[in-house]
């Protein structure tokens, strides 16, 4: 036999068939690679693709990353005693009810590797953050997707949706691609909800990574819901208004039942040494919170202004991005890119006709809507 022949029943394929079935995620298109592509100088190009804060890297945590950076021939701190001491300060909570991550999709991650398995099912809202059900399909769990409500979360709906084999529920508040909202009566009504119905069994998972964004009035203090409810799990994220994207950490706050799981599926080691210190930093610099708080909240007037000129539909938006209907948004989204203007197509999302633009600095703002007018021919 040759040594290219396989055996009577061996095949090429390898690993389970429900991950073989993802597509894998698709990040926003990298500055480098676009001026590669279209040859275009790097320095013209504006990136508004990624939700990143586009103040950058506030000085405190550049400060703190270079008083670090002498520790790097160690492994940093797998407990992350110093950061989760600041983060049980800041959130009033026992430093045991924290779990650290490598940005709070690692929390997401390790919540559906602890408590999804093959015959069991997460529930999760159409346009909903793509990785609820990338992190489902990896487990081997059955997806429960409900229709959403005018591009948001139908908690009601989703509350009926609740099966005997569900085991987690997820909800992003604010929502990543679409921008809605879910008031916090009722989050708080839906928690009870499924506490009462359900108890412990199905854990429910709150996406907060653009919390930060939301005006003041609105934000709510979501740590005292893991103190009334034991099968919450609040995740957030040091990526997107505090800057340190590039540096990969986030945090989850349960209750010692679910954090216990959490860190049993944990890789060691899993934040390293100068994301720890810069997070500690940007934790307590409030100034630089409030700044990119106002930035955005300015830049997303300009965006949504411009759209009303242009007359294209444009869902309200509570993060730092806003989702607009375009049309033939293949088409449109390919002219940008040929500009310099990185934008993100949600056809995988389920949205097709739709850009979702990321919030950037007032000229970039500009030369987006700039290049888009030229594009769809208006005055």
């Known amino acids: ?78 407990n992350g005693f110093e ?59 059955r997806h429960i997707m409900v229709s959403a409500h005018d591009y948001g979360h139908d908690l009601n709906a989703m509350f009926d949706a609740i099966a005997d084999d569900t085991s987690v529920v997820f909800i992003a508040n604010p929502n990543n691609p679409t921008g809605t909202f879910l008031p916090a009566a009722e989050v708080g009504a839906f928690l ?37 409810y034991s099968n919450l799990i609040v995740s957030r994220t040091f990526s997107k208004a505090y800057g340190l994207a590039g540096l990969r950490v986030g945090f989850a706050i349960a209750q010692p039942r679910l954090t216990d799981l959490l860190n049993r599926v944990r890789q060691p080691f899993n934040v390293n040494s100068l994301a720890q210190a810069a997070a500690i930093a940007a934790l307590n610099d409030a100034a630089f919170l409030e700044q990119s708080y106002d930035l955005n909240k300015r830049g997303k007037q300009i965006l949504t202004e411009g759209f009303a000129r242009l007359g294209l539909e444009f869902v309200p938006s509570y993060g730092n991005f806003v989702l607009v209907r375009v049309g033939d948004a293949a088409r449109i989204n390919l002219e940008l890119l040929k500009r310099g203007v990185i934008v993100r197509p949600v056809v995988g999302d389920g949205l097709p006709e739709w850009l979702r633009i990321s919030i950037g600095l007032p000229e970039e703002n500009a030369r987006f809507l700039q290049e888009l007018t030229e594009i769809l021919g208006a005055p």
Do not use: C
Not at 206 to 215: G, K, Q, R, S, V
């Open 83 to 141: 950061l989760k001491a600041a983060l049980s300060a800041h959130y009033r909570v026992p430093a045991e009810w924290i779990t650290l991550g490598n940005g709070s999709n690692d929390l997401l991650e390790l919540a559906s590797l602890a408590l999804l398995s093959p015959g069991s099912s997460s529930v999760y809202a159409q346009h909903a953050f793509a990785v609820y059900k990338l992190a489902t399909q990896a487990r081997g769990a």
């Open 1 to 78: 036999m040759s040594t290219h022949e396989l055996k009577p029943g061996v095949t090429t394929d390898v690993g389970p068939d429900y991950v073989r079935a993802i597509a894998p995620y698709q990040a926003g298109k990298p500055i480098e690679e676009l001026a590669r592509e279209f040859k275009l100088d790097p320095a013209t190009i504006v990136k508004l693709a990624s939700n990143e804060n586009p103040l950058g890297l506030p000085a405190s945590a550049q400060r703190a990353m270079e008083a670090a950076i002498t520790t790097l021939g160690r492994y940093p701190d797998s």
């Open 192 to 228: 009870a909800r499924v506490h009462d119905r359900h108890g412990d069994r199905v854990t429910v998972l709150l996406d907060e990574a653009y919390n930060e964004y939301l005006d003041p009035e609105l934000r709510v203090d979501s740590a005292r819901w893991v103190e009334q």
